[in-house]
């Protein structure tokens, strides 16, 4: 599909708490197909902006669109699109899995006669295939997140909404959902928040950096990648090298020396002067101690739209 369906739209959403804007002014776009990543520090706003997608909280300005559907206007058909696994998913923990689901099953409005296939499809794509008729309470962590996510998705819905969809999860369990997640993007337009950077590297086809309730970044995952691909080598010599002789060389655009004395190379995406450097160094004997790629890390670049590291932020 070259134009695939919108499947979720918000228009200028602005939410204030008191008179703190919690987020502001927020516009983007999901499509079928897409997975979303939210990204951001604790109190970026995610859980905010994910309440108001999920139609939890109303915002101060602005509108949230669910498969056309205003969320403010026609909630009732907005919500029918939408499943939403909050941050903290609502368990009956003295319900088995399938009294769980089923319950989930009436609450979405699915007919008592479809109820029993909405929820084996559920539990086949969440893997729940045998703990139906276990207690929730006495489930991992992990298969109580499935349960959340079986939940969130037992009426087929278009856009699924996951708030920290990994949170507290061993690194098995968190690899399985997030095989989860991406197959759940094939059929349906997903956005998560996470403040794990490797998480949207692992589940998203596009990222949005969150700051401060704006957003700061959006971007497909793989022109992030490409951003993160090393342009740049640092070395270091023994012997002071002839900086012209470096600038030379085909590819390269910049040699600049460092405070510490290392010597950093920018060079055009893709022509690595890596080889020609080392042959350089050895025939004009400067004593090379090492070179190195110097990989930009979606921290750096996190710090670099914010100015803020991820933790102090
Ligand atoms: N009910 C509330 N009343 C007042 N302020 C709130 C409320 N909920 C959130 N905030 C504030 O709004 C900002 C955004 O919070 P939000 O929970 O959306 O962030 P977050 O990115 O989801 O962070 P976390 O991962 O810690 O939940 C924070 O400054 C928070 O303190």
């Known amino acids: 599909m070259s134009n695939p369906e919108v499947l979720v739209e918000t228009d200028a959403v602005t939410r204030f708490y008191g008179r703190h804007a919690a987020v502001s002014d927020m516009s983007f776009v999901i499509r079928r197909g897409e997975v979303l990543g939210f990204l951001g520090p604790n109190g970026a706003g995610k ?4 309440q108001m997608l999920s139609g939890n909280l ?3 300005s602005g509108r949230v669109l669910i498969a056309g559907h205003d969320m403010h206007e026609a909630p009732e058909k907005a919500k029918a699109h939408l499943g939403y696994l ?6 009956y923990r003295e319900f088995t899995v399938d009294e769980y689901l089923d319950y989930a099953a009436a609450l979405r409005r699915i007919p008592r006669k479809a109820r029993r296939a909405a929820r084996e499809r559920a539990k086949a794509r969440c893997g729940l295939g045998d703990v139906g008729g276990r207690l929730s309470a006495n489930l991992s962590k992990g298969f109580q997140q499935r349960v959340g996510l079986a939940q969130a998705i037992i009426h087929d819905p278009d856009v699924v909404i996951l708030d920290e969809p990994t949170v507290g999860l061993d690194p098995i369990q968190i690899r399985e959902v997030r095989a989860l997640i991406r197959e759940l993007g094939r059929e349906h337009a997903v956005i998560l928040s996470t403040h794990i950077l490797p998480e949207v590297q692992a589940s998203c086809d596009r990222v949005q950096i969150i700051h401060k309730g704006r957003l700061v970044l959006s971007e497909n995952i793989d022109t992030l990648m490409a951003r993160m691909e090393s342009q740049a080598l640092i070395a270091a010599f023994r012997r002071t090298p002839n900086l012209d ?7 390269v655009r910049s040699v600049t020396v460092d405070d510490d004395g290392r010597v950093r190379i920018l060079h055009e995406p893709g022509a690595d002067p890596t080889d020609a450097i080392v042959r350089l160094a050895i025939e004009q004997d400067w004593g090379l101690r090492e070179i190195n790629p110097e990989h930009s890390t979606l921290e750096s670049i996190f710090v670099e739209l914010t100015g803020e590291s991820p933790e102090a932020a």
């Open 86 to 91: 909050p941050e903290y998913p609502p368990l």
């Open 58 to 60: 109303a915002p101060s």
């Open 245 to 251: 002789a470096i600038g030379k060389l085909t590819g």
């Open 47 to 50: 859980t905010t902006t994910m």
